[in-house]
C-alpha cells in the first residue's frame, strides 16, 4: 500500500530528528555505592536505587512498529513530547494521506496503564519496582522495557465463544466439539494440535507464556470428551484407556 509506505518514509524521518543522546547519564548515587565494592551491587537493589537516570532530557527515543494498517508509537521521553508526537502523526495522517482516525488511538503511559496491539497487552513495571520483583517464592530483576503479556481472559473467552470450553460461573470446564465427531480419528486430533501450536507459535514471545498449559488442558479434555462422543466410550477414562495419556491414534 503506497499510503502506507509513505507513513513508514514519514516516521522514519520523525524518529531521525527526534532521537537524541548516545545512552541515558548514570547515576551519581548508584556509581557511589557501587564503589565501595563487595555486595554494593546487592545494597543498591536493596535501596532501590537504578544505575541510570530515568529522568533524562537529553536522551529520548521513538520507536514505531507497524503491521498491515495497525501500528503503535513508543515514545520514551515526557508526557509533552509524546504528545506533540501524536498531533504531529495525526496530522499528517489527516491531512495528507487522509485517513481516518479512530476513536481507539490516544496516548497511553505504559508504566501505569496497558496497552493492546496485535492481540497483546503491552504494560510497564513503575520505576520504584525496577530492582527486583518476586514470583514463585524468588527473587528476579524487573525489565524497564515494557512487558509483553497474553492475555489469557481474553483467549479463554474465545474458546467459549467456539464452543470448545463452557463458563459455569466463574469456572471453566471443556465441552465436545460436535462439528468434530463425523471427522476421522486423526484429523480430530490434527485440528486440535493445529489450533494450540498456532497459539503458542502467536504467544511465544509474551513473558507469561508458561500460562499456555491451562490452555493445552482446555483443548486436550475437548479433544477426549469429542472423542468420546465419536466412539460412544462414555467416559474420559476410557478413552486415556484406549488411546493412552498422550491421545495416539495410528493410521491405517
Known amino acids: ?9 514519514y516516521m522514519k524521518r520523525l524518529k531521525d530528528s527526534y532521537d537524541t543522546g548516545a545512552r541515558r547519564i548514570a547515576n551519581p548515587a548508584y556509581t557511589r555505592i557501587i564503589r565501595k565494592g563487595k555486595h554494593s551491587a546487592r545494597i543498591a537493589r ?8 530515568m529522568k533524562d532530557e537529553k536522551f529520548k527515543r521513538l520507536v514505531y512498529v507497524r503491521y498491515a494498517d495497525n501500528f503503535i ?4 521521553s515526557s508526557k509533552e513530547s ?5 498531533e504531529k502523526v495525526k496530522f499528517f ?3 495528507t494521506l487522509k485517513f481516518n482516525i479512530k476513536d481507539s488511538s490516544k496516548i497511553l503511559h505504559y508504566r501505569t496503564q496497558k496497552s493492546m496491539f496485535l492481540g497483546v497487552e503491552l504494560k510497564g513495571n513503575r520505576i520504584n519496582l525496577v530492582p527486583t520483583i518476586k514470583y514463585l517464592d524468588r527473587k528476579a530483576r524487573s525489565p524497564i522495557r515494557p512487558l509483553i503479556i497474553m492475555p489469557i481472559e481474553k483467549i479463554r473467552m474465545k474458546l467459549v465463544e467456539y464452543k470448545f470450553i463452557k463458563k ?7 465441552t465436545r466439539w460436535g462439528r468434530l465427531i463425523h471427522h476421522d480419528l486423526h484429523q480430530i486430533l490434527n485440528y486440535y ?3 494450540y501450536r498456532g497459539l503458542c507459535g502467536y504467544y511465544y514471545i509474551c513473558m507469561n507464556r508458561a500460562l499456555l498449559t491451562n490452555i493445552h488442558y482446555f483443548l486436550k479434555y475437548s479433544c477426549v470428551l469429542t472423542i468420546a462422543s465419536k466412539m460412544k466410550l462414555k467416559t474420559k477414562h476410557k478413552v486415556f484407556k484406549k488411546y493412552g495419556d498422550s491421545l495416539s491414534i495410528k493410521l491405517r
Open 1 to 9: 500500500n503506497i499510503y502506507l509506505h509513505e507513513l513508514d518514509i
Open 193 to 195: 494440535n493445529s489450533i
Open 82 to 86: 509524546a504528545d506533540e508526537i501524536y
Open 93 to 95: 495522517l489527516i491531512e
Open 46 to 53: 536493596k535501596q532501590r536505587i537504578l544505575p541510570l537516570m
Open 73 to 76: 508509537i513508543g515514545v520514551d
Open 168 to 174: 459455569i460461573g466463574k469456572v471453566y470446564k471443556p
